[in-house]
């Protein structure tokens, strides 16, 4: 079975903070996507990496996919409140066919 | 209205009661799912539903019974609940089945078993 695990659990930081969030497994993955979940609401996508080495940049946040693809990185650069929510990684399952997710780096990004 | 809607967004019920979730997707895609969130474990993925068909059901208890009468609406009928089964229910939907789609989720439903 495909396990990711993420790290921290719960981050609190202040404005303007920077802040790296990870997405690990042991398991080797042909694609990984990154979620945010806000209070309320459902998970919504950020971004999907699909090759090794790959970076990604969304305005603030950077994404990077590990040069053996079984790990995943966020960074935050300048965290503005509206940032706050529960981070989620998620890697095809063994078959391909679905998603497994990690558990979520929870943050709270404080004015 | 576009997006995945459900409702009702919070639900309330004792453990003999009988409710149902809804899921309504206006994105014209070809797969829905359900999945439970729950506050001590990862997203759980419960059923999926590829062209109308059942294609995964995740070992979920019978207490649980899904249906997805055309591509756009899918249903959650519960029955005879437990207390551990309280969550918050997601639903969501892609354009295909598989793990290179993206997936769009609904706002869930809070569920809470008495």
């Known amino acids: 079975t495909q396990l990711l695990e993420q790290s921290p659990q719960f981050l609190s930081i202040q404005e303007g903070e920077n802040l790296t969030v990870y997405c690990n497994s042991s398991?080797?993955?042909?694609?990984l996507q990154w979620y945010r979940q806000e209070p309320g609401e459902g998970p919504v996508l950020l971004v999907t990496?699909?090759?090794?080495?790959e970076v990604k940049k969304l305005k603030r946040l950077t994404f990077q996919f590990g040069d053996a693809r079984k790990d995943s990185s966020l960074h935050i650069t300048a965290a503005q409140p509206g940032d706050t929510g529960l981070y989620l990684c998620?890697?095809?399952?063994?078959?391909?066919?679905?998603?497994?997710f990690g558990p979520g780096t929870r943050l709270s990004v404080l004015p | 209205e576009t997006g995945v809607t459900q409702t009702p967004r919070h639900l309330v019920m004792g453990m003999t009661n009988k409710k149902s979730l809804k899921c309504e997707q206006h994105?014209?895609?070809?797969?829905m799912y359900w999945y439970k969130q729950s506050a001590k474990k990862p997203l759980e993925l419960m059923f999926v539903?590829?062209?109308?068909?059942?294609?995964e059901n995740n070992s979920v208890p019978s207490r649980f019974s899904p249906e997805c009468p055309n591509s756009s609406h899918l249903f959650l009928h519960l029955h005879t609940l437990q207390p551990e089964d309280s969550a918050l229910y997601l639903c969501?939907?892609?354009?295909?089945?598989?793990?290179?789609?993206?997936?769009?989720f609904g706002s869930g439903t809070q569920l809470s078993v008495l």
């Open positions: 539903y590829s062209l109308e068909e059942r294609v």
């Open positions: 969501a939907s892609s354009q295909d089945q598989g793990s290179n789609e993206k997936l769009f």
């Open positions: 398991s080797v993955f042909s694609s």
């Open positions: 994105l014209g895609h070809n797969a």
């Open positions: 998620a890697g095809d399952d063994n078959y391909g066919q679905n998603f497994v």
């Open positions: 990496v699909v090759t090794g080495g």
